[in-house]
C-alpha cells in the first residue's frame, strides 16, 4: 500500500491512515479526537442538515468552539498519515495540508454569516468551497518558493 493510498484512508477518517502505518496509539488517538470533536461540534447532524438544505438549522446546530478544531486535525492527520508512509518527499509539499487547515479554520469562523452571491451556505458547504483557493493558492506558493531555492 502506498503513500497516496494511507492519505485517502486518512481522509475516509483521520487515525485510518495511521492504522495502516502500524502507528496504532497514534492512529487510535486521531480517532478518539476526531469522535469527541464530531460529537461535541454536532458535526453528523450539522452535515445531516447542510445537505437537505436546512443551512439555518445547521448554523444553530453547530457549536463552533469544537467545530474550530476539526480543520487543524484532519489535515494534520491527513499528512502524518502520508509523510509516515514515504510521501511528501519533495520540498514545501506539506503546505498544501497546513494552508487547507488555515482556510477551512477561517471558513468556519465566517460560515455562519458569510454569502456568496446572496447565498449562505454555512458551516459544512462554505469550508468545502473554501478547499479549492486553498489547494490553488497552496500550490502556487509551493512552486514560487521552490523556485527561489
Not at 476539526?70 to 502520508?82: E, N, R
Not at 514515504?86 to 487547515?101: A, I, R
Not at 477561517?106 to 468545502?128: C, D
Request: net charge neutral.
Amino acid at each position: 500500500m502506498d503513500a497516496k493510498e494511507k492519505l485517502l484512508w486518512s481522509i475516509a477518517l483521520p487515525g485510518f491512515g495511521q492504522l495502516l502505518n502500524g502507528r496504532y496509539l497514534k492512529g487510535f488517538f486521531f480517532i478518539l479526537c476526531e469522535v469527541v470533536i464530531n460529537v461535541q461540534s454536532n458535526l453528523n447532524e450539522v452535515i445531516m442538515l447542510s445537505f437537505n438544505g436546512e443551512i439555518g438549522k445547521a448554523i444553530q446546530q453547530t457549536d463552533y468552539q469544537w467545530l474550530l478544531f476539526y480543520p487543524c486535525l484532519y489535515f494534520f492527520a491527513m499528512w502524518d498519515a502520508f509523510k509516515d508512509a514515504g510521501g511528501g518527499k519533495e520540498p514545501y509539499s506539506f503546505l498544501p495540508f497546513l494552508l487547507l487547515s488555515y482556510f477551512l479554520t477561517i471558513a468556519v469562523i465566517y460560515s455562519a454569516r458569510f454569502e456568496l452571491f446572496g447565498v449562505l451556505f454555512g458551516p459544512v458547504w462554505f469550508p468545502i468551497i473554501c478547499v479549492f483557493p486553498g489547494v490553488l493558492i497552496s500550490l502556487i506558493l509551493k512552486k514560487i518558493l521552490n523556485m527561489n531555492k
